[in-house]
Structures are given as structure tokens and as C-alpha cells.
């Protein structure tokens, strides 16, 4: 969808600059609107101490451009439940990689400022499309008009809008202004209070009595939730800030909080309250809980869903609409899924359409919150007893933790949002330009897992990973899991050996096996992963104008893969393939057949088999590969002279290095000589390779003087050229056909039959192809606006490249050319490696 001109663009009102106010700002600036937020507060700071971002939030602020690194957030690791008094460790939930892989991304731990500020540089920040929200900070609004629409600021001025959002918070008046009648929050009956305050993990670090707190990499990731005698108080942490900080939390019942009617973060204690409060601790737990400082009380208030959060041309989102307490950790991340939906919902609508769009944006968001607020406020491991209210909002029974989690994490509000724009309002709908980097989560690139939580079970991908409790240990030592698609559904395989796998149907069948008592039932109580569909494949590519036909092969025709971007090329992909990170790759056919052609006594990563094979033909047309120096290096006027210069490269045995001798050989630089080295009897023709890894350092080094010049594919090097950063000093083309597909030699069977999902993948990739050859005009807008070339240069592109009709298969007549000229330039050895015919496992 094209962006909406200045004229047709929405002037928006939004009142409260916290989480949710500020993801509907950034949300609506990409979809066009022109957007100003009021503040109450004078300097905008958000208050707290952190906040989970789980996978239904972060996988969409990844895609507008968060940085979860860059902002310290912390992926975790899983979660540990124990008791206080004794620090026994009676259950324990590893999240690992598979969290990622189910849901589409980690659930991250933020500290609330670190991650309220990159929402805030999102929101205003010059980058990124739309018009920059503007912030209006120190102004109260004291009155709203749903028909109008209208704040009135405690001034006294009245401020109009097309539209009007209110996202202040759980004491939000504008609900009275939509219901028609208060709606005051009140306290919980189980936990009505808890307190808040950090610990920096250099301190327990420097005391003999708490550094164990931060022993075996905890701070990396690990939840920690300790029970309480007294009225079931609970204590827990986890880390932020990069690991440099744990955020605590005490939750506790307190009579003095019973009539509380104000939520304040704010009000201070004294850090004797929570030594009180937790005084049957373990000692070593009190000294930890001992570090506290500037201590905040905050009374948990409860609200429950409201029927309606829209009237006339005003809606209330986050808190102000479903405040909700933090047993589920989806406080935050239901205001992010408000400010997601907001943008999509109103993505090309004009004033006269905003009511019906307000609909559609509550069909697609008031539900699912409501669920999500009432297992809220259920309090933690209690929310099974609130099914039959929940169901009032849901289609499908939620009657597990295991069915919480995969609805709250695995929920897609994107494709949700567009499918319903497309029955109500344009069967064609697409995003606005730009509206996210990439796609946060689509149907086709979402694992289609489940998680099924049994009361016996074990995680079969920690069992020799994770610490374990004494308990737990010998169970482990008997038994492995094996998760596999079974023709009559799901299925899960224990066997004492992998070579004696019994199959059961049934956690009933699994009972006489795990002959335990309560407590080690309850330790062994934990989550199996398993498969309604196989795990999609993991593709590596490098993300420049060849991955075009990928793109379509995924946005079109339903590529079931999630697409791993490599801008440092084939070398990185090879080690990548080899450690098991990605299972089939798009790359340089001298990088795949050079990786292949060394054994493990010159390449110590090939290992026993090399870890991958070669099984299709990606282009038929070789590679240009441009010769490049540095803008103000007059000393270098041709490729002659280049010899006995220094080669900036990519990786050891990547494409840049191959041609880096292919060169060579066709100069005649190559110097027959007994040292060996890397075992290649012949000198090196250049004074140095320097390893640089990515194509920007490669053009700041021949800037700097590091290396003398480097290769890259002409078009990717043209705009460079053409902005004077680096300068062009020849080029050379690949003797052979340019890119090939391989595959992980772990997607072979013992009868070296390849994995029907790679199959699949191929045929959806020629269903790509054939999209890209019949609409070039798509292709050139995708390359011009997504991967940052010149529409001159991508037209100019399409006229040299040829992609195959089918993809499946290889040349072998093109391996042995590639080897025959690697053998001439010294990059591979006679007898050494293998052979061309060992290294395709699919001929054309």
C-alpha cells in the first residue's frame, strides 16, 4: 500500500507517552498519520525497574528496527522455581533455543528505561518512515470528547484531532468518558502488593556470602522465582541490562494495601519491609534480598475487562483499557499488540473512515486482552481456575500453563490485523511501504509447533546441557526423547537407548515408567515440544539482489522457512552449516566446492564428512566480481598493480578469497615454492590476506590502508563507485556458474535420501523464479527499496543475470571445471579433499 499524501494523512491525538502510547505513535507514523502525544510528566521518564518483552512484542519491534542488543535486553534462558527456606529446586522450565524457534523470538528481559528510550527514538527519532511524532511533555488533560473529537488540557485550551487515543494508564478518565460511568481498579485478594528494586550484579559479585548468585552463567538469562511460607509470598528476579543488573520483585499480601485505590511505582520503603516480609528465607537468599536499595511498594490493582474501549472517534488502549497484573508478564506487551494493531487497522484510512476502522481494530485486539487480563489477574499458577471466565473470550479451551503460554507468545497480531482488513475493507491489503523492515511473523515462516505440558516428561534437548537437581538425575541418565511426525499424529519416543526406541501415544503409557513420588513427579513436570508439522528449515543467504527470487518464494508461495541473511558470505554459511546454525544455504559456487575440496588435516572444521552437500543450481550466469581500492590511493592505477599487495577478504576459503587466486592464475602471479602452508605448494601471490569479514569493513579498510583492494559482486560494489567511497579498478568473472543450493549432510538418511522439506523448499524457490521473470517491475522496486540499489542498477542487473526454470540438481561438468581451476590457482590440492562427484548429492 502506497503512502498516504499530507492531505489524506489522520491528525492524531494521543494522551500518555508510555509504552503503549509511544508503539501506536511510532505504529501510525509508519502508517502515515501525523501524530502528537501529550505527557503529563515534565521529563517523560519511565518508572519501574524492568519488564519481560516476550515474543508477540519483540518479533514486530525487532522488525521496526529495535535492537534488542544494542539495548541490553537479555534473552532467557528459562525459568527456575524453588523454595525460599531451603533453595531446593523442585521444577525447572529450560527455554533455550527453542522458545525462538517455536515463537519466533526469545522472551527478552528490559529494563523499563532501556527499552521506554528506543521506543521513544522509534517514535521521533529522524529515521524510519512517516512524519516524526511530536512530544508534548508537562501537560494534564482534564477532560475528553468521544464525538468531537477533543482533549481539554488543564489550561483550559482545547486541542482537536481526527482522532483521539487515550493511553494513560490504569486511572485513565477517559474510560468514564467511553463507558459512560466509572470503572475505578481495585486490589487483589491473594498478592495486592510487591515490592521493586534492583540489585547491579557487581555487587553480589564483591560479597563471598552472594556471589553463588551469579555463578553458571545466570545472569545470562535464568528466572528465578522463590515461594514463601506465609500466604503463599513469592520473590523473583531476573537479569537486565545486559546482565549487569538483577530486577527484584517481592510479592506479598498486606492488610495495610486492602483499601488501596491508587497505583503508585513510586512510594519508597525501607529495605527492612522485604528482610520482614521474607524472614523464612535461606540465609543465603537473606543476603541477597540484603543488597536491596531505594526499595519502591507498589499496590497491585485489579480492573476487569470492560465491554466496549471505543465511542465516536476516541478509543483507550494499554492500561487505560486492560491493566492487568504481572503474573503473565504481558502487561507491556498487550500495549505494544494496541500499537501494532492501531497503525495497521488505520494503515490508507481517511477521517470519514475511522469508526468502522476503530471496529475492526477492537474485533482484532479487545478479545484476545481481555483473555490475557483476567489469566492476569488469576495470579501466577492460578490462572486454571479461571477457564470458564476465559473462555467467554476465547474460541479454543485454555485450561493449561502450557496453552497460556502458546497463546499468549505464539499470537500473530499482524496477520491478524491484515486478514481482517482484507474481509472488510480491501481484499488486496497490503502494508504501507516500509512499515517494517522485515516480516515479524508470518503463517508460512512460523514453526508450526506446539507446547503440551505433561505431568511427566523430560526436555530432551537439555538433558546433558542443563543443570540439573540430584533428584531429577537419575531419570535423566535412562531416558532420551526423540520428537518425530508420526502418520497417525503426534507421537513421543523414550527409549533407555537410542538404539531401542518403545513408542507411546499417551502420557497414560508413560505413568508405569516414571514410578516416582509426588516430589520428583513434580520436578520431572515440565514442557515436551511436539511437532503437528516438521520444523521449518533454517536458509542462509546472502541478502543481497540474488535473494530475490527467495523473497517471492516466501511472500508468494508459501516458502514454510525462516531465511538467515549472511552479508559476510559462503565462508560464514560453511562454518554455519558445519556447527548445525542453518540447514540448506544460497552461496558462491567457488566458496562451496573450495570448502569440500580440503580435508580435515587442512581444514580442521571439515570434520568426517565436510557438513553439507551440493544439491542445486541457484543461477546459471557467472559472477562479475568487481576489483576495488580505496577512494585516495593513487599508488594503485590497475590490477597489475596489485600483485604482492595485501587481499581484503571476507573469511579464509570465502568466495572473495577463492578469486582472490583465481586472479592470480590469470595474471600469472603464481609462484611454485616448497612451502606448504595451508598445504599448497605454491607461494602466496599476495603479502597478506586480511580477514574482515563484512563488505564494509572491506571498504574501510582499503580507505585506511589495512588492505590494498578487495572483491565483491559488481552491483552490490557500483553504488560505492558512484558515491565516491571507494574506486573501481577491474573486474573478473567466475569461469563457472555462480551460485549453487547445498544442503547439511544431517538432512540425509542412512540410504542418502534427502529430506522432503528441502524438496519442498526447491520447488517453492522455482515458483519464485518464475515470479521474478514474470514481473520484473515487483522485482526492481523490491531491489531498489529493500535492499538498498539504484532502480538504474536493478534494471540494469536483470538484463545479465538468468536464473534456472528448476533449481534442483548440479552440473557435475561445472564441479570439475570449478576444481580443475581451483587445482591451477592453488586453492585445492591433488588427492585431497573430495572428489566432484563425492560433493553433489543431486545431479541435473
Keep these: 500500500m502506497p503512502a498516504l499524501t499530507q492531505d489524506q494523512s489522520l491528525d492524531v491525538i494521543i494522551v500518555g507517552a508510555g509504552i503503549a502510547g509511544l508503539a501506536a505513535g511510532i505504529s501510525l507514523r509508519r502508517a502515515g498519520h501525523s501524530v502528537r502525544i501529550f505527557e503529563r510528566s515534565e521529563l517523560n521518564n519511565e518508572v519501574g525497574a524492568a519488564i519481560h518483552v516476550p515474543p508477540n512484542a519483540n518479533r514486530s519491534l525487532v522488525a521496526w528496527g529495535l535492537d534488542p542488543v544494542e539495548n541490553r535486553f537479555v534473552p532467557s534462558k528459562g525459568i527456575a522455581i524453588g523454595s525460599g527456606a531451603t533453595l531446593q529446586q523442585f521444577d525447572f522450565t529450560p527455554f533455550g533455543d527453542f522458545v525462538p524457534k517455536v515463537f519466533g523470538g526469545p522472551l527478552y528481559f528490559a529494563h523499563r528505561v532501556d527499552l521506554h528510550e528506543s521506543l521513544k527514538k522509534l517514535a521521533m527519532g529522524p529515521e524510519g518512515p512517516g512524519k516524526p511524532v511530536e512530544l508534548n511533555l508537562g501537560v494534564q488533560v482534564v477532560a475528553y470528547n468521544p464525538e468531537e473529537p477533543s482533549i481539554t488540557l488543564s489550561s483550559g485550551i482545547v486541542k482537536k484531532a481526527d482522532l483521539v487515543i487515550a493511553a494513560d494508564g490504569v486511572h485513565s478518565i477517559a474510560v468514564e468518558a467511553i463507558l459512560g460511568y466509572a470503572h475505578k481498579p481495585e486490589p487483589q485478594a491473594l498478592y495486592n502488593g510487591c515490592y521493586r528494586f534492583l540489585i547491579p550484579a557487581a555487587d553480589l559479585d564483591a560479597d563471598e556470602e552472594t556471589a553463588w548468585w551469579n555463578k553458571n552463567g545466570e545472569k545470562e538469562g535464568l528466572m528465578r522465582i522463590f515461594t514463601a511460607s506465609k500466604f503463599g509470598n513469592r520473590f523473583i528476579s531476573y537479569p537486565c541490562r545486559g546482565g549487569e543488573v538483577w530486577n527484584c520483585v517481592g510479592m506479598f499480601h498486606d492488610e495495610e494495601l486492602i483499601g488501596a485505590t491508587k497505583e503508585d511505582w513510586q512510594t519508597p520503603v525501607d529495605k527492612s519491609h522485604v528482610l520482614k516480609t521474607f524472614a523464612d528465607f535461606h540465609p543465603s ?191 535423566l541418565r535412562h531416558f532420551q526423547q526423540y520428537i518425530y511426525k508420526s502418520t497417525e499424529g503426534f507421537s513421543l519416543r523414550l527409549s533407555p537407548s537410542p538404539a531401542a526406541p518403545s513408542t507411546c501415544k499417551s502420557t497414560a503409557s508413560l505413568k508405569p515408567i516414571f514410578r516416582v513420588n509426588h516430589q520428583a513427579r513434580r520436578i520431572l513436570t515440565t514442557t515436551i515440544i511436539m511437532s503437528s508439522a516438521q520444523t521449518p528449515l533454517k536458509i542462509g543467504f546472502v541478502p543481497e ?95 597489475d598493480s596489485l600483485k604482492g599487495g595485501k587481499i581484503g577478504v571476507s573469511r579464509i576459503g570465502s568466495g572473495s578469497y577463492v578469486m582472490g587466486y583465481v586472479l592470480a592464475d590469470q595474471r600469472d602471479w603464481l609462484i611454485p615454492t616448497t612451502a606448504v602452508g595451508m598445504g599448497i605448494e605454491t607461494a602466496s601471490p599476495f603479502s597478506d590476506f586480511v580477514v574482515l569479514n563484512t563488505f564494509k569493513n572491506l571498504r574501510d579498510a582499503v580507505n585506511d590502508g589495512r588492505a590494498d583492494f578487495f572483491m565483491w559482486e559488481h552491483f552490490t560494489s557500483k553504488k560505492y563507485y558512484d558515491s565516491g567511497e571507494i574506486r573501481r579498478v577491474g573486474e573478473i568473472y567466475t569461469p563457472w556458474s555462480s551460485w549453487k543450493i547445498v544442503a547439511s549432510t544431517k538432512l540425509f538418511d542412512d540410504q542418502k535420501k534427502l529430506d522432503e522439506r528441502v524438496e519442498e523448499a526447491m520447488d517453492k524457490i522455482n515458483e519464485g523464479i518464475k515470479h521474478f521473470e514474470e514481473h520484473q517491475d515487483e522485482a526492481v522496486k523490491y531491489i531498489s527499496t529493500e535492499l538498498d540499489y539504484s532502480e538504474e542498477d536493478a534494471r540494469e542487473w536483470l538484463k545479465t543475470v538468468k536464473f534456472p526454470k528448476k533449481v534442483q540438481g548440479v552440473d557435475k561438468e561445472v564441479i570439475d571445471k570449478t576444481v580443475n581451476i581451483l587445482r591451477k590457482a592453488s586453492v585445492l590440492m591433488e588427492g585431497r579433499g573430495m572428489k566432484p562427484e563425492e560433493m553433489i548429492a543431486k545431479t541435473r
Excluded at 475487562?305 to 492500561?319: A, E, L, R, V, Y
Excluded at 495470579?379 to 493449561?400: C, K
Excluded at 505464539?410 to 522485515?438: N, W, Y
Design 545 to 639: 539482489h540474488f535473494s530475490t527470487p527467495l523473497h517471492f518464494a516466501q511472500k508468494h508461495y508459501g516458502l514454510s522457512a525462516e531465511l538467515v541473511p549472511f552479508p559476510s558470505g559462503t565462508g560464514h554459511m560453511i562454518t554455519s552449516l558445519r556447527s548445525g546454525e542453518i540447514d540448506v544455504a544460497v552461496g558462491l559456487t567457488e566458496g562451496w566446492v573450495a570448502g569440500l575440496g580440503k580435508d580435515a588435516s587442512i581444514d580442521p572444521s571439515f570434520g568426517t564428512d565436510g557438513g553439507y552437500r551440493l544439491v542445486g543450481t541457484y543461477v546459471e550466469t557467472p559472477l562479475c566480481w568487481a576489483i576495488s581500492t580505496g577512494a585516495n590511493r593513487p599508488e594503485i592505477q590497475s590490477v
Design 285 to 475: 537468599l537473606q543476603a541477597v534480598l540484603n543488597k536491596a536499595s531505594d526499595v519502591k511498594r507498589w499496590p497491585l490493582l485489579y480492573r476487569g475487562p470492560i465491554p466496549t474501549w471505543t465511542k465516536g472517534k476516541m478509543i483507550i488502549i494499554g492500561d487505560a483499557a486492560h491493566p492487568m497484573l504481572p503474573h503473565q508478564g504481558q502487561g507491556g506487551a498487550q500495549g505494544i499488540e494496541d500499537g501494532i494493531a492501531l497503525g495497521i487497522s488505520l494503515s490508507g484510512a481517511k477521517a470519514e473512515d475511522i469508526k468502522e476502522r476503530l471496529a475492526l481494530f477492537e474485533k482484532g485486539r479487545r478479545h484476545r486482552a481481555s483473555a490475557i487480563q483476567v489469566m492476569s489477574n488469576a495470579g501466577p499458577d492460578q490462572a486454571e481456575r479461571v477457564t470458564r471466565e476465559v473462555a467467554e473470550y476465547v474460541s479454543v479451551p485454555l485450561d493449561s500453563q502450557a496453552k497460556f503460554a502458546e497463546y499468549n507468545w505464539g499470537h500473530d497480531i499482524v496477520d491478524t490485523m491484515i486478514q481482517l482488513l482484507r474481509g472488510s475493507v480491501d481484499a488486496k491489503f497490503e502494508l504501507p511501504e516500509g512499515f517494517f523492515k522485515g516480516n515479524p511473523f508470518s503463517p508460512q515462516n512460523a514453526p508450526k509447533i506446539r507446547l503440551v505440558l505433561y505431568k511427566v516428561g523430560i526436555i530432551f534437548d537439555y538433558i546433558n546441557t542443563s543443570p540439573q537437581p540430584p533428584l531429577m538425575r537419575p531419570a
